[in-house]
Every structure is written in C-alpha cells, then in structure tokens.
C-alpha cells in the first residue's frame, strides 16, 4: 500500500486498520458486494479520480516536472491508503484537473471522488456535496502592488478587483460592493494564477482571495517583493476535502481517517512541511498555524466517549 511521510507506524496503521474495518459493514465476511457507493466503484474499476488544482499553492498545485503537490494532495493521499484498506484493493490515482469554478460539479458528477484542492466548506455547498472536518482556515484578503493606496476594502471603490470564477471571494467582494455601494469592477478570471497576473500585468488594481493562497503567489513569484497583502480579513473559509452527499461507508472512512491522522499528529507535521519549511521550489510561506486551527486539530483528535 502506498503511505506517506511518516504514515507506516505501528501506532498509525493499528489506528488505520480499526478505521477502515469500522467502515464497513458488520459480519464475518466483507464481500465486494457488501461496499457501496464511492468504495463499491473503487473496488470494481481499481481507481480513484482525485481532483486537483493547477495553482492553489501551497494546497493543491503542479511542480516542475506537472505532478500534482501540496498539501491537501498529501492529505488525500492518506484517504486513498485508508480507501485502499477498505476495499482490499491496491488503487491507481486518476488525476482531473479542476477550476474553482468546475470543481463542485465534477464531485457532483461522479467525475472526480475526491477534490483536493482549498475548498470552502460552507452551508450553501453542503447542500450538494459533502467535506472532511476542517484542515485550514482562511480568510479573503487583497493583494496589491507595493505603493498602493489601496489599504483596506473601503479603497477598492470603483476599482479593478480581480476575482476567480466560483470562489466564495467573489461572492464576498460582490456583496461588500452592493452593501457599502463601493461600485468594485470585478475582473473575473479562470484560476487564481490568471487573476494575480491582471495586477502584475497593471490590468487590474487588486485581487481579492484567500490570505494563505495570495501568499504563496507571492512566495513563487520571482517579483515577490513587488507585491503585499492588506486589509483586515473580509470573510471566514474553513477549507476541506469535498467528496460526494450521500456515500455514509466514503463518509465514515473521511471521518476517521482524518481522526487519525490528527492524532498521529500527520495533519500538523504536514502543515510544517508545506506551510513552515521550504517548497519544492525553494520558497518558503513561513505561516505559522493559527490559533483556530490548533483547537481544531487537538478536538479532531479526541476520541467520542
């Protein structure tokens, strides 16, 4: 089976096989027949389809040689060793590209079974698709050039404000504009990568995303010192892995996998992988966990009496 980092201790793989068997269902013999949805079609076709995110750094993006890295990728890939356990089947990951405006159908759809990518996890979409517990927390902040009047969102009045298509930014930037009558002129893009290189390129005077994901912009550009980060946080995004309504044998396998990997500790070394030490490609974000995320993490790991 495939692990990662310091997955395959005894202590995790005791932890992860009492997961996957309390997965399924209760008798002397897990038949193929016996799993359903998302698990059913993993056994048959001996793949799963994960998601990903070209330029969601340091979550879901492509390195140099076009493999999809980062760290929620690393998170899935502890859910497929789990899913794979499950259904006592060795899987072949089947990489989809998904935009943040494509990714919820493609879950919906059965295109993808796993989005791996930074995904909000809010009451709206959880009418259609379903999320792991929380594995970041965010929030939309603006980007600009160095030398900006703009300092907080009252300053983008009649301004060029880049936005990615599908993004809870951009529903926060159209609602802040119609409430304070700000008249932002919304410049909406594909994927981040393009939105951030409207303001590079001058044609656009903002761009409004997650905090975390507009640093990692900037740590991989090689401008970087150009550009900064401002304001106060114009909303909350607590991010996590969207998997299909409606699957309660996938559901139950998320679920406690992630408890698992909390109590292992794998979710915080992974965050110091990805968010403390240095990329791949040489930068560092440097973005301590926040406070939040902590107390997530630790009530994560606590057992249900």
Not at 286 to 298: D, G, R
Request: net charge positive; aromatic share 8%; charged share 25%.
């Amino acid at each position: 089976m495939k692990r990662i980092g310091k997955l395959p201790s005894a202590f995790f793989a005791a932890l992860l096989a009492a997961v996957v068997l309390a997965a399924l269902p209760a008798g002397p013999a897990r038949a193929q027949e016996q799993l359903t949805g998302t698990l059913a079609k993993a056994r048959e076709t001996g793949t799963i389809a994960i998601g990903y995110r070209e330029s969601s750094v340091p979550f879901s993006y492509l390195n140099a040689r076009n493999e999809p890295i980062g760290y929620s990728i690393e998170l899935c890939r502890a859910l497929v060793t789990a899913i794979e356990d499950a259904v006592n089947k060795s899987l072949t990951i089947k990489w989809v590209p998904v935009t943040s405006d494509s990714r919820i159908d493609a879950v919906v759809s059965g295109k993808v079974d796993l989005e791996c990518g930074s995904t909000t996890n809010n009451l709206e979409r959880q009418k259609r698709v379903s999320f792991s517990p929380t594995m970041f927390v965010s929030g939309t902040k603006v980007l600009v050039k160095k030398g900006s009047p703009i300092k907080s969102f009252r300053d983008l009045a009649g301004r060029k404000v880049a936005v990615t298509a599908g993004t809870t930014n951009e529903k926060t930037l159209r609602d802040l504009s119609d409430k304070f009558k700000l008249n932002i002129n919304l410049q909406v893009t594909r994927d981040h990568a393009e939105s951030f290189g409207l303001v590079k390129s001058g044609q656009a005077d903002a761009f409004a995303t997650d905090d975390v994901l507009l640093y990692g912009l900037i740590a991989k550009d090689a401008a970087k010192s150009d550009y900064e980060v401002v304001g106060d946080f114009l909303s909350y995004d607590p991010y996590g892995i969207m998997y299909r309504k409606g699957d309660p044998q996938l559901n139950k396998v998320v679920i406690d996998t992630f408890q698992v990997l909390a109590e292992d500790g794998e979710i915080e070394r992974q965050y110091k992988r990805w968010f403390l030490r240095k990329l791949p490609s040489g930068e560092s974000i440097n973005l301590p966990m926040s406070a939040q995320l902590e107390t997530i993490i630790q009530t994560m790991s606590v057992k249900a009496e």
